[in-house]
């Protein structure tokens, strides 16, 4: 069409240039259009965005929303799944409510006539005493407690006027453990096996021998991981006392007998449990001293 209102231009004697304004002139046409229908589309757009803002602040959510919702509302509670899996697997294996506290007693006792030995075991998910700790692990510490036979009972000729139930206590470790016996200066570490006696005559091998631990004079014991070069544990440990109490029954014979409770108190947890910061296997960690939670 153009070449042909070109050639009439020349068949007529008329001016090209008259053809190259006609068409600078529909080229800015098109221009002009398309620059109007841009400017309604972002008119309609801020439209649109002042509705849905306003009817945000009324509370109210335009159709436009209430199709886009069920979208969102689905990815919202996949990410919210995802999130509750994932606290699950990071929950402790026990609540920290559950968690042994710091002046807890555990009383054990060999009243039983047909029962002379008892072994108190501490550990981390297994054992009488479960701390749920990294710091201690299972069979951390065992205390076997034994009587001692007395056969003063059994000579009939030679009764005693009271007698006096005498026991002898082994320690076993599988763990790192500092003691201290009633006497000493400061805690030391634990051999893996130690022994002593609750008599009132000293061992003739020379075992630490006791009358009775007093709750005031106890046996301690601290429980922990690693020792640093000074002998003191890196991360912390926990501090148990054990002690004994008497009580008196009879003897078939009728003759009184002093037997004995022994309690062990969760003196010290030191610095404490990290109860926001479970391990993957549910244990809890002992909480930083240098950092402020």
Do not use: W
Request: glycine letters at 6%.
């Amino acid at each position: 069409m153009r070449g042909v209102l070109y050639a009439i231009c020349q068949f007529l004697h008329l001016d090209p240039r008259i053809y190259e304004l006609e068409r600078e002139i529909e080229f800015h046409r098109y221009i002009i259009f398309a620059a109007v229908l841009v400017i309604i589309l972002l008119m309609l757009v801020v439209y649109l965005q002042r509705k849905i803002i306003n009817a945000q602040k009324k509370g109210t959510a335009p159709s436009l929303l209430k199709r886009i919702k069920p979208k969102l509302s689905t990815k919202t509670s996949e990410n919210s799944s995802d999130t509750k899996t994932t606290s699950t697997h990071r929950q402790g294996m026990v609540s920290p409510k559950e968690l042994p506290d710091p002046g807890l007693i555990f009383k054990y006792s060999l009243a039983k006539e047909d029962q002379n030995e008892k072994t108190i075991i501490i550990g981390q998910t297994e054992g009488n005493i479960k701390t749920y700790s990294t710091e201690v692990i299972n069979n951390h510490l065992a205390i076997t407690i034994r009587i001692i036979e007395n056969k003063r009972e059994q000579d009939i000729y030679n009764l005693p006027s009271q007698i006096v139930e005498e026991y002898l206590l082994n320690i076993r470790r599988e763990g790192k453990v500092l003691i201290y016996y009633p006497g000493l200066e400061n805690f030391r570490e634990m051999s893996s096996r130690e022994r002593f006696y609750l008599t009132q005559k000293p061992d003739e091998m020379g075992d630490p021998t006791f009358e009775k631990l007093d709750p005031k004079q106890p046996i301690r014991f601290r429980l922990g991981d690693r020792l640093n070069q000074d002998g003191k544990f890196i991360k912390g440990y926990f501090e148990f006392h054990l002690f004994t109490q008497d009580y008196e029954v009879k003897t078939k014979s009728g003759i009184p007998k002093i037997e004995k409770n022994f309690l062990l108190r969760l003196y010290k947890i030191y610095p404490g449990y990290d109860t926001g910061a479970p391990t993957d296997d549910g244990l809890y960690p002992m909480i930083d001293p240098f950092t402020s939670r």
